[in-house]
């Protein structure tokens, strides 16, 4: 699912239903969602303002992770989210793309941020 703004896709529901992380700064737009019906994956991108990256760095943490020994299971039909961010995570090559990731402290989401270009990937994991 797509969604122009958060505001948008709080109305619709998505943020309530766990499929768009609450934390997300207000600014955010140009949203992608996708879910698992039955159970607790989720994956989605947004881009966001230069004025909301601090918010952002906040919410998340600013503590920083690797890549390495991460893998992200993704449904072949989400084909917005990137071939490179698929299976086993490569940290050389997403770091060289401007990628890196956090591990949100309070919640059970990675999240994958490219500052210099205000776009960002999460997705869920188990705890």
Do not use: C, H
């Not at 952002?56 to 600013?62: F, H, S, T």
């Amino acid at each position: 699912m797509s969604f122009a703004s958060v505001t948008e896709a709080r109305a619709a529901g998505a943020v309530e239903r766990g499929w768009v992380p609450a934390m997300l700064p207000a600014g955010a737009y140009e949203l992608r969602a996708a879910y698992e019906p039955s159970g607790w994956r989720r994956w989605g991108l947004f881009n966001f303002r230069t004025d909301d990256a601090e918010l952002l760095r906040v919410a998340i943490g600013v503590e920083e992770t690797t890549f390495d020994g991460m893998e992200v299971d993704i449904p072949g039909r989400i084909e917005w989210w990137p071939v490179a961010m698929r299976g086993a995570l490569d940290s050389q090559t997403l770091n060289a793309t401007g990628l890196r990731v956090y591990r949100v402290k309070d919640a059970p989401l990675v999240f994958a941020v490219n500052w210099s270009q205000g776009r960002a990937y999460y997705w869920a994991v188990e705890r």
